[in-house]
């Protein structure tokens, strides 16, 4: 917490608005907007889950309809194409981002239209807070006119060129979950790209009442929409981003320095100078056969909690059975890597034991 959150709770209890109404919830909206700008239209939901159904839902994915997933993620970006029952065609990472492969993706997009149907959209991932290969994933989408949904649960604060995480999709996601870089506690946000589609969104998060007096419903709503005091945390969480966005990738300059002579270790770096991470974890692939195991359990000899990366979707039993299109280098990675402290509260001297741990 970075001091006014608590400000911002006291007013919404004061003012007795603790519902999904709110100054909070207008001024934590207001904030983001202003600080994607003018083309990022923001709705505030109960969780970045409930943001990816809602894209789902906007771009009509329906029963049966081909939805693009990135494998490597955690499982809250596929499973709102479940919810639709609709059908997922993973895709494999590339080693520069470890994010969607634009090889396999139009490989992925030939096969589904061989089968006699377009993919509905394309749900690329912003791994650990890293950008995907923006520009290739992008042309790819609109030669063949299939929409993007940005899943920058993790990713607020990164940039590409420049430009903020959070403006490339068709439709953008931002998780405020508590283990995300600011928290609501639990939440999220969409983006969506015009005045119209946040108005959809909203009917959309609020039950889909029809426009008159009491209760008619035409079509399927959700209870998804933000309360007003876990928008007041998330209003003073944003006075606290970039500092965090700072401390983030100071862990990250740690680690560097920490692994720099050691040639066992290879740690998860931007490709170039056009890719801005905001690191929200740092993490390593063990080389030479070491394996991931043992060095997890000689930090934890030590109380140092470490965690494996994401095991893909395409190797969960939950997936079993739909498409996967790439050379697993998703399942490379997670047989071989290891995500590192990362919280912005890091001190000296957990930095100092950590770094014993890894030299020896
Ligand atoms: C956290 C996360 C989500 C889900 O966000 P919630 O707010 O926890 O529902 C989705 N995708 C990715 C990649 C995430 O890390």
Redesign the pocket.
């Known amino acids: 917490m970075g001091g006014n959150e608590l400000r911002y709770v006291h007013q919404a209890l004061d003012t007795n608005w603790i519902s999904q109404y709110g100054s909070n919830i207008d001024e934590f909206e207001n904030s983001l907007e202003n600080y994607f700008g003018s083309s990022s239209h923001v709705t505030v939901l109960s ?4 943001a ?1 159904h809602l894209a789902l839902r906007m771009l009509n994915v329906e029963k049966g309809d081909f939805v693009i997933c990135q494998s490597f ?2 499982v ?2 596929a499973n709102p194409i479940l919810y639709l029952n609709a059908v997922p065609v993973f895709v494999d990472s590339e080693s520069q981002t470890w994010n969607m492969c634009p090889e396999a993706l139009e490989d992925a997009i030939k096969y589904c239209i061989q089968q006699g149907k377009k993919p509905k959209a394309i749900i690329v ?3 650990y807070g890293m950008p995907f290969m923006v520009e290739e994933i992008l042309q790819i989408s609109k030669k063949y006119e299939i929409p993007i949904i940005e ?1 920058s ?2 990713a607020l604060g990164s940039k590409y060129k420049d430009r903020l995480c959070g403006t490339f999709g068709d439709f953008s ?1 931002i ?3 508590g ?2 870089i600011i928290t609501t506690g ?3 946000t969409l983006i969506s790209r015009n005045a119209e589609d946040k108005i959809r969104a909203l009917f959309l998060a609020t039950q889909a009442k029809d426009d008159m007096e009491f209760y008619g419903h035409s079509e399927i709503g959700y209870n998804y929409r933000m309360d007003n005091v876990a928008a007041g945390i998330g209003r003073g969480q944003m006075d606290t981003l970039e500092e965090k966005i700072m401390q983030r990738r100071k862990n990250h300059d740690f680690y560097q320095d920490a692994v720099k002579n050691n040639e066992n270790i290879e740690l998860f770096s931007e490709p170039d100078s056009n890719f801005f991470s905001n690191y929200w974890l740092n993490t390593i692939i063990l080389k030479n056969g070491l394996a991931k195991e043992n060095l997890r359990t000689r930090f934890s000899q030590e109380n140092i909690e470490t965690r494996y990366l994401w095991k893909p979707m395409h190797l969960q039993p939950l997936f079993q059975g739909y498409k996967f299109f790439g050379n697993n280098l998703s399942g490379t990675l997670f047989e071989t890597g290891l995500c590192l402290p990362s919280g912005t509260n890091l001190t000296d001297e957990n930095r100092s034991r950590i770094s014993e741990v890894l030299q020896k």
């Open positions: 969780s970045g889950t409930a990816i993620t955690f809250a970006t991932v912003l791994s899943d649960a993790e996601v998780s405020f979950n283990n995300k639990g939440g999220g």
